[in-house]
C-alpha cells in the first residue's frame, strides 16, 4: 500500500485535510480506528457561525439549531446577554457532530480520497531515520502503509506526535475534563446557548447548556483537571441539574465523557509530518472550541500537502509553510487568548459577579472597548483595577 | 511491594481520552476502547485517577 499522505484520524481536522490534499491532487488514505466516522461524538457541538463563509459543509442537516445569542452567567446568576450579532464567532449554531463529521468525509471521498476503518495506528514507518508511513492495526490484522506524508489528526491524546518526538503531554493545568448530557423533554428552552461560570459551579472552566431543538439539549460540563477530583466532573454536573427547573422531567438519550486541550499549540512539522486539530492543540484555550480551527486548519494543511507532493518535497522547511499560515490565521488569538485564560483562572468569583453587574444591561450590539471599560468603571470602579492585566493584554493585540 | 498503581474500571471507562493525554508517563492506552494502565511504567502521581470525569479510575493508598 502506497499514498502520498496518509492521514491518522476521520475528525473534522482529518477529513477537511483530506479533502483538501487530495483536490490538490495528492492520493490520500485516512485511517480510523473506530467503526464509524463521528461516532462517538465527544463534543459540545457549538460552531462559531464563520463556517458559513467557507464553503466547506452545504445543506442543513447537520443543524440541530441555529442560535440566536447567547447568555453567560456569573456566579451569582447575573445574566450577560450577548446577541447573535456580536457572539456569532463563538456560538451560532449547535450541530449533530456525527452527521457533522460524516458530510466532512463526504466531501473528503469525493475529492478521492480513501476511507479505511477499525484501523488502528501502531507507530511510523522509519527507513534511515525517515517517517516513510504507517504501521497499523486493521482489524486483526497488522499493515504497513507507505506514505511521503503522515498527518496525525488523531486528537487529544495524539500518539503520532510523539512518535515524531513532538511532545504532545498536556499538563494538567491545559486540559479541561469534560462530560455530557443529552436531555429531551427540556422545558422552556430557547435558542440561546448558555454558560454557567463559578468556581463552585465548574473550576476553571464552565458549565453549558446548548439546545438542539425545541425538548433537546446539551448540557454539560469542563473543569480544568488541575483543579479536578476523581469524578468531579460529573458530580458537579449531576448537582447543577438536580437544581435546574427546566430539567426537571427531563431524562437523558445520551451521556459522554470527553477531553480538551486549553494549551499553547506544539511544534505541528517534521520532516514528512504534519499535525493538525486536537492533536495540534489547535483549540481556543478559552471556550474550548476547536471546531472552526479544525476546518481552518486542515484548508492550509491539504493544500500545503498537494504542493509537496507536487515538488516532491516533503521536509519540513518545505512543509512550514503550513506552520505558518496557520499562525497567520489562528496563532495570535491563541496566544492572546491562552494569557487571557491564565488570568480569568486567577479572578476570584466576586470579580466575575461585579463584571457580570457592569454588563449586563450593555448593548453589545454597539460593543467597543472604550464603551465597555466605561460601562465597567461606572458601576464598580474597583474593577478597573482588577482588571489591569486583562487591559494590558488587549492593548498588546 | 511495590507503590500501588492506578487502575482502570473499564465497566466505567467512557474512552474520553483525558487520562491518556496528562499521563506524564505514557502509561495509559487503549484496548478495546477502554483505557488500561501499564503497571509497569505507573509512578503512581494520581493525575490520572484527579483527571477522570466520571471517577473511573482508583488507585488505593494514594
Not at chain 1, 56 to 79: F, H, L, N, Q, V
Not at chain 1, 196 to 217: H, S, T
Request: aromatic share 6%.
Amino acid at each position: 500500500m502506497k499514498y502520498d499522505c496518509v492521514i491518522v484520524g476521520s475528525g473534522p481536522a482529518g477529513t477537511v485535510t483530506a479533502r483538501f490534499a487530495a483536490e490538490a491532487g495528492a492520493k490520500v488514505l485516512i485511517i480510523e480506528r473506530r467503526a464509524e466516522v463521528g461516532v462517538p461524538v465527544l463534543c459540545g457541538e457549538g460552531i462559531s457561525r464563520k463556517i458559513d463563509n467557507w464553503g466547506m459543509i452545504e445543506g442543513t442537516r447537520w443543524i440541530a439549531g441555529k442560535m440566536e445569542g447567547a447568555r453567560i452567567y456569573s456566579p451569582d446568576k447575573t445574566c450577560v446577554t450577548v446577541s447573535a450579532k456580536f457572539g456569532g464567532d463563538e456560538t451560532g449554531y449547535v450541530v449533530y457532530r456525527d452527521i457533522f463529521d460524516q458530510e466532512l468525509a463526504r466531501h473528503a471521498v469525493k475529492a478521492g480520497a480513501k476511507i479505511m476503518m477499525n484501523t488502528k495506528a501502531l507507530g511510523l514507518i522509519k527507513e534511515n531515520g525517515k517517517i516513510k508511513g504507517v504501521k497499523a492495526k486493521h482489524l486483526d490484522e497488522e499493515i504497513e502503509i507507505k506514505a511521503d506524508i503522515v498527518v496525525g489528526a488523531d486528537g487529544v491524546d495524539s500518539k503520532v506526535g510523539n512518535w515524531a518526538s513532538i511532545e504532545t503531554t498536556l499538563k494538567p493545568n491545559d486540559l479541561e475534563t469534560c462530560c455530557q448530557y443529552t436531555f429531551t423533554n427540556v422545558k422552556n428552552l430557547d435558542y440561546f446557548c448558555e454558560f454557567y461560570l463559578g468556581k463552585e459551579i465548574a473550576p476553571g472552566g464552565y458549565i453549558w447548556i446548548f439546545p438542539k431543538g425545541k425538548n433537546i439539549a446539551n448540557v454539560g460540563i469542563g473543569i480544568l483537571a488541575s483543579l479536578s477530583e476523581a469524578g468531579m466532573a460529573k458530580k458537579l454536573l449531576d448537582k447543577f441539574i438536580e437544581k435546574e427547573e427546566r430539567l426537571k422531567d427531563a431524562q437523558p438519550i445520551r451521556f459522554l465523557a470527553g477531553a480538551v486541550p486549553v494549551a499553547l499549540p506544539v511544534e505541528t512539522v517534521r520532516d514528512n509530518l504534519i499535525l493538525v486539530g486536537d492533536a495540534a492543540r489547535h483549540v481556543d484555550p478559552i471556550t474550548g472550541g476547536g471546531l472552526t480551527h479544525c476546518l481552518e486548519v486542515g484548508k492550509i494543511a491539504g493544500e500545503v500537502i498537494g504542493k509537496a507532493v507536487k515538488e516532491k518535497n516533503f521536509s519540513a522547511e518545505f512543509l512550514s509553510e503550513y506552520e505558518t499560515r496557520w499562525k497567520e490565521a489562528i496563532g495570535k488569538k491563541m496566544k492572546r487568548n491562552y494569557m487571557v485564560k491564565e488570568i480569568l483562572l486567577d479572578m476570584d468569583d466576586k470579580t466575575f459577579n461585579m463584571l457580570a453587574d457592569s454588563l449586563k444591561d450593555y448593548d453589545f450590539d454597539e460593543i467597543s472597548t472604550i464603551g465597555i471599560v466605561k460601562a465597567l468603571v461606572k458601576k464598580h470602579p474597583m474593577l478597573l483595577m482588577k482588571l489591569r492585566p486583562l487591559i494590558k493584554v488587549a492593548k498588546e493585540s | 511491594m511495590g507503590k500501588p498503581k492506578a487502575k482502570v474500571d473499564e465497566t466505567k471507562c467512557l474512552a474520553c481520552c483525558g487520562c491518556i493525554s496528562v499521563c506524564p508517563q505514557d502509561a495509559i492506552y487503549w484496548i478495546a476502547s477502554k483505557a488500561v494502565v501499564d503497571s509497569d511504567k505507573c509512578i503512581s502521581c494520581a493525575i490520572c485517577i484527579r483527571t477522570c470525569p466520571i471517577g473511573a479510575i482508583s488507585g488505593e493508598g494514594f
